[in-house]
């Protein structure tokens, strides 16, 4: 097992003229059996950075350090690691035990314990009936599967996960996230998994690097970002619904966004006087979509309610009050918390 | 349900596949008939006489040893087509597909000689490799090797092979480029990170995935040796020296119209007739149930 490091990483494509940095030095440490998410809108390099921790990218800028080799210019299969990809990339023409053993008959471990190995990986993965059929006779489901296998018989240093559960329905997802969990309880593998799906980072990570364009928005674990986000993006990025900015709001200095969560907001007789522009239901709680029309303009605002909370009427005016400690201030140049 | 048009008059139906039906009767039915009946026939040079034979043509070709030897030189001639043209059509479009800077360029290049017409193509290569005069048997004459595919059998044959394999080359290469670049390339990286250098990847993922493409193209090949390679040989060799490279297609062609063997070419093309059904089946089977993975 191993640490990862990523020391002011650097990624650009393209040369001449049409250069195209996607990510912009990026540093951070992983420790050595932790799980850490990356997560971000699309587009926003987070492939990029798998691929070049895998190796399958050129790293145009710093370094990466796995374990304690720097492995800017090692192979991809020199490096130790194993890669889930997003489209599971089982080798259609072999069967599911061959696709597992491909990476140790090249290692050229004997026979036997190929064998030993991939029975175990198929074991722990419910595949052990599906060791001789073709990727293609198998679901959506089983092929994450035994993706998951052909990562786990090499036993590598790191695992690399790119959205693996992005093809999967939501309920399937919610369950392989659960079996993701407990294989890396078991494993302690060192993990870094992609996904543009804040609820599977929040779920999965112990720690998670928030990205947008190139840039980690920061680094922590999921009650960190959740509670003192780091920048704005991170407030509306992390949560659903995302939280309310209040660019204008009376008693706040100039220049600062106030932020607060559509669920630390309560109704109550007096307060910010809000009128009721829609309203959500969504069983357990409802979503009043208000409007805050103050001395210097409109503030849009959305605010989460217990179901036993009574159901305000539309064009209403209802008052709202934040909880003080839930407050949270940015700077409206740079969008950073303060 | 399956969605189907229905015609109300049925007449427009079979106006409709008409013109086909017309064509096709024309140039295939009608020939194949009429060798079909020639097969049978023995006429004298001039035509005046005409006896039926039965199966005597068939019967004097399966002991003619001419004809048994034409068919080794067939079947050398297009196993040497297939193979060097599909591994260097393979071997380009592998190139091609690494390839990103002046792709393009590079890929029209290939095309071309596909839009060369064979006969063009036979004379060519007759002229870059005649002896005494032409630029490659120059310099290989240079390089103190004697060409002379006038006299050599051997050099005859080659010299018609690599002309019918750089006709079809770019067919080949159409194909291979498109089967490649069909292969979803995390399969590649998969392997990478799996630790197979490119070679092993090449043999252990490439090439299985591209094997639908090979059978296809190799059927293709063989029937364009044995049926559509005729104006090659005549432009550059006529068959010759002796008959070292007169195939099937040539046999048919220099009997029935040099020697004036009427029923023994049209056996003999009634048997070609039966070798390309016989492949077509094949390929069919095959592509079927072609999903080998
Ligand atoms: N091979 C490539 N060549 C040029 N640009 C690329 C390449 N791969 C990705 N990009 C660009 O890099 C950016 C980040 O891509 P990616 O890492 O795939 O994002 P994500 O995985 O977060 O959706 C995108 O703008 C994308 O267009
Ligand atoms: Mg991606």
Known sequence: ?338 | MEKRVVFRSSWLPWALIAPQVVVITLFFFWPAAQALVQSLQQSDAFGTSVEWVGFENFVNLWNDATYLASFYTTAVFSVSVAVVGLTLSLLLAVFADRVVKGALAYRTLLIWPYAVAPAVAGVLWLFMFAPSVGVVSYTLRKLGFEWNHLLNGNHAMTLVVMAAVWKQISYNFLFFLAGLQSIPKSLIEAAAIDGARPWRRFWTIVFPMLSPTTFFLLVINIVYAFFDTFAIIDSATQGGPGKDTVILVYKVYYDGFKAMDLGGSAAQSVILMVIVVALTVIQFRFVEKKVNY
């Not at chain 1, 990862?4 to 250069?19: A, C, E, H, P, Q």
């Not at chain 1, 061959?98 to 419910?126: H, T, W």
């Not at chain 1, 829609?278 to 210097?296: F, K, Q």
């Open chain 1, 1 to 338: 097992m191993a640490s990862i490091s990523l020391k002011n990483v650097v990624k650009r494509y393209g040369n001449g003229k049409s250069v195209n940095q996607v990510i912009h030095g990026l540093s951070a440490e992983i420790g050595d059996g932790e799980f850490v998410v990356v997560v971000g809108p699309s587009g926003c390099g987070k492939s990029t950075l798998l691929r070049m921790v895998a190796g399958l990218e050129e790293i145009s800028e710093g370094q990466i350090i796995i374990g304690n080799r720097v492995v800017n210019d090692l192979e991809p299969s020199e490096r130790d690691i194993a890669m889930v990809f997003q489209n599971y990339a089982l080798y259609p023409h072999m069967s599911v035990f061959d696709n597992m053993a491909y990476g140790l008959k090249i290692a050229k471990v004997p026979a036997a314990e190929i064998r030993a190995r991939v029975d175990k990986a198929a074991a722990i993965l419910q595949l052990g009936q599906f060791l001789e059929r073709k990727p293609r006779q198998l679901s959506g489901g089983q092929r994450q599967r035994v993706a998951m296998g052909r990562a786990i018989v090499r036993q590598p240093q790191v695992f690399l996960f790119d959205e693996p559960l992005s093809n999967l329905d939501a309920k399937l997802r919610a369950h392989t996230r659960l079996e993701i969990q407990k294989l890396h309880r078991e494993l302690g593998i060192t993990s870094l998994f992609v996904t543009h799906d804040q609820v599977e980072a929040m779920t999965l990570a112990q720690r998670m690097i928030v990205m947008n364009d190139g840039v980690m928005e920061q680094f922590g674990t999921p009650e960190e970002v959740y509670a003192r986000p780091a920048t704005t993006f991170v407030a509306t990025f992390i949560g659903s619904p995302p939280m309310n900015l209040l660019k204008n709001a009376p008693g706040a200095d100039a220049g600062t966004i106030v932020g607060i969560r559509p669920e630390h907001l309560d109704i109550t007789a007096d307060g910010w006087a809000l009128v009721v522009d829609a309203i959500e239901t969504l069983g357990a709680e409802r979503l009043v979509y208000g409007r805050w029309a103050h001395g210097s303009g409109d503030e849009l605002m959305t605010i989460r309610c217990e179901e036993n909370v009574p159901v305000p009427t539309l064009g209403s005016t209802i008052h709202v009050t934040p909880r003080a400690d839930r407050l949270h201030y940015f700077d409206a140049a740079t969008g950073k918390r303060k």
